[in-house]
């Protein structure tokens, strides 16, 4: 039956399929994700026994047209499998190619001239096996961010070009030459060692390729870090800017009020129901004329601010802090770091249910010749850490998570390291920033 000699090709086809599920493991994947891959390898059976056959009646460049196929079906594939863009599933379906041909050519180069004939099939397995699993820990992973590649249309096109134009000058146009010349009567020494050199090439080639990938996606990853840290401290700076005017007008408008109302309780002091009155707005306004006094200005303004925030919102907040140690940081630094970490205290302590223990505590002081800082909050939900660092509970992950990130980063930035951990129901942030 003719239909029959397509089978040889589904090896083929499983392959590029098991290459591509290489890099769609750290993928987002679909709903009944391995019911959908189980589909796919139906779909590519019916291409190796239908497909193929028919292109190589027609054509004689079936093979060139064969790859195009498989390569396109497993993009498709990759697509539906996986909750991801198309042009990731191009950029996928492309590394995936690679992966294939670096092993093909390792088992072409191990069984050269037919060289250890009763080992052929253990080492078609073996060489397969040991390329995709060293792919799988070196690359898979490290190429992926949150599920995704997030490649643009231009780098998936460029990419699918340049592996297309890599596998199939290796495989057809390099390999088929060379395999004629070889398998001729006058096939020479010479032409064997080409032979063993063009898979030897195809496999560096390959291999750098992808090394080149995970050095531009770390680099893209590093710009991308880096410019939103930038637009966080540009916002940080406008915010400390409105809340400096904020505060300032709320602690004029509250010293003038509480001597306006304090006057007011002398002249009146038969009326009890006045006084009652009186008392109750003075009580409010010590709410807000809560100026912290730490010796410097920009930490006094993110300290009134969160604190006057937590006073509104039945947070009991307590503040021990000597901000004159830390007048050699950045105004704007100052507040981007202090902002950050009461940020996420903040919205760690509100996922408390309620009547449960909501608090915030913020430590500064000096431990040698480092300026402490230390900021302890409760907190309810179960804490995932990266890293040494707390995995964003947000959905969007790829939009949140950076807060940290750029605590971490501004400590640095002044030669200073970050210290997390979770027990006990309470998170502590602390900060050590060596004093010049």
């Not at 000597?322 to 970490?341: A, E, H, P, R």
């Not at 959905?395 to 980063?409: L, P, Q």
Request: with cysteine; aromatic share 12%.
């Amino acid at each position: 039956m003719e239909w029959m000699t397509g089978l040889s090709s589904f090896s083929y086809c499983m392959e590029m399929m098991i290459s591509a599920l290489i890099f769609m493991v750290y993928l987002e994947k679909r709903k009944g994700f391995w019911l959908r891959m189980l589909c796919s390898i139906v779909v590519l059976f019916l291409c190796a026994v239908f497909v193929n056959p028919f292109f190589q009646e027609i054509t004689r460049w079936y093979n060139w047209l064969w790859f195009f196929i498989v390569y396109a079906v497993v993009i498709l594939l990759c697509y539906l499998c996986c909750n991801i863009s198309f042009y990731d599933a191009i950029y996928c379906a492309s590394l995936g190619y690679l992966l294939q041909h670096i092993a093909s050519s390792l088992y072409i180069l191990l069984t050269f001239q037919g060289s250890m004939p009763a080992w052929s099939g253990v080492l078609y397995y073996m060489s397969y096996a040991v390329v995709y699993t060293a792919v799988f820990f070196i690359f898979a992973k490290k190429l992926q961010e949150n599920g995704h590649y997030d490649v643009s249309g231009a780098n998936a096109m460029v990419t699918g070009t340049l592996v297309l134009g890599i596998v199939l000058c290796l495989s057809v146009l390099v390999k088929g030459t060379t395999m004629e010349v070889t398998g001729a009567e006058s096939a020479t020494e010479k032409y064997e060692k080409l032979f063993c050199l063009t898979q030897l090439y195809a496999i560096s080639i390959c291999t750098i390729f992808l090394v080149v990938q995970l050095l531009q996606r770390n680099e893209l990853r590093a710009v991308r870090r880096l410019n939103q840290n930038q637009s966080m401290w540009e916002q940080r700076q406008l915010q400390y800017e409105l809340s400096k005017e904020n505060i300032d007008l709320i602690n004029r408008k509250c010293h003038d009020m509480k001597h306006q109302i304090a006057a007011l309780a002398q002249a009146e002091k038969t009326s009890s129901s006045r006084q009652t009155f009186v008392r109750d707005v003075q009580n409010m306004i010590e709410v807000y004329d809560s100026d912290a006094s730490t010796g410097n200005e920009a930490l006094d303004t993110i300290l009134m601010e969160k604190g006057l925030y937590c006073r509104l919102h039945d947070i009991e907040w307590t503040c021990v802090a000597d901000g004159k140690l830390l007048s050699f940081m950045d105004v704007v630094d100052l507040y981007t770091i202090m902002g950050n970490v009461l940020d996420n205290a903040v919205e760690g302590v509100e996922k408390c249910v309620h009547g449960e223990w909501k608090t915030i505590g913020v430590r500064i002081w000096q431990r040698g010749l480092f300026a402490v800082i230390q900021v302890e909050n409760t907190y309810a939900e179960q804490i995932e850490f990266v890293n040494g660092l707390p995995k964003t509970s947000k959905e969007d992950k790829g939009s949140h998570g950076f807060g940290v990130r750029s605590i971490k980063a501004m400590a640095e930035k002044y030669g200073g390291s970050i210290h997390i951990k979770a027990e006990d129901g309470i998170f502590t942030l602390t900060i050590l920033i060596p004093l010049p």
